[in-house]
């Protein structure tokens, strides 16, 4: 099976380097992203860990139409693009609707599509046509090895410029399960793979700002269980203040905790890919 290297500015993704995807779950005040961001900054330079700054400008799927959404795209780009001006890092941010795709494409280095949104054509492909690198999250109802079917959406364009990402299927009522299989299904399609462990431990039908609403402590064996079976990338969303976060509060990681978190996972990686 051919490998694709995915370039994101100056990281190799699918080469044998570790890299980590993260920032806030969405946008909230701009102190608290540009604080994300440099702590994160301190963090992956002592690490030595290629870094891609996520925060959703939009987060279309909330379960109440009272819960924080997040800026809207005018604002949460703006902020986005002060966060790679000031520290340098690459960006990715959902888009929901193909309106959406081209001012995002001005600003972002990867255009991402929700799990919910994994098979919508027309969002697919808009994102493809920018020729930009198309993170598809894979959708909790979908088998791992049909995450091929969107992946030939993007190809039917020229790009293949393509990351998957794992973040749990649903199993049962509001619950996820990750099936480490899946790894290796989505492997098999020669792309990227990425795993969100953040929102693998989202408890649905539970509010995210009730401490219920996520199990943190299964965290860490997750994620040793995704790089021990060879994932390219990690996808961590971090905050300051996880308990005051607007979104997500119950399963962000505290950002000062990301480094000793990180420190055996970039161990394992590497046992893994000498064994490659």
Known sequence: MSKNIVKVGDINCGADELFLISGPCVIEDESIMMKTAEKL????????????YKASFQKDNRSSVDYYRGPGIDEGLRILQKVKDEFGFSLVSDIHYPDQVKPAAEVL????????????????????????????????FLAPENMIKPAQKVESTGNKNII???????????????????????????????FDVTHSIRKYGIPSA????GARQYLSTLARA???????????????????A??????????NQLEE?????IELHNIEVSYR
């Not at 009730?210 to 609403?213: N, S, Y």
């Open 41 to 52: 900054k301190e963090v992956t330079e002592r690490l030595n860990i290629p870094m891609i």
């Open 246 to 255: 607007l979104c997500d509060a119950a399963s962000q990681l505290d950002v």
């Open 164 to 194: 998957l990402t794992e973040r749990g299927y649903s199993f049962g009522y509001n619950d996820l399960i990750v099936d480490p299989r899946s790894f290796y299904e989505m492997r098999q399609t020669g792309y990227p793979v990425v």
């Open 210 to 213: 009730d401490p219920t609403g």
């Open 261 to 265: 978190f990180m420190k055996p996972l």
């Open 226 to 244: 995704g790089v021990a079976a060879g994932i390219d990338g990690l996808f961590i969303e971090t905050h300051p203040c996880p308990n005051e």
């Open 109 to 140: 280095d990867i255009l991402q599509i929700p799990a919910y949104l994994c098979m919508q054509t027309d969002l697919v492909v808009a994102s493809a046509e920018t020729g930009k690198v198309v993170n598809i999250k894979h959708g909790q």
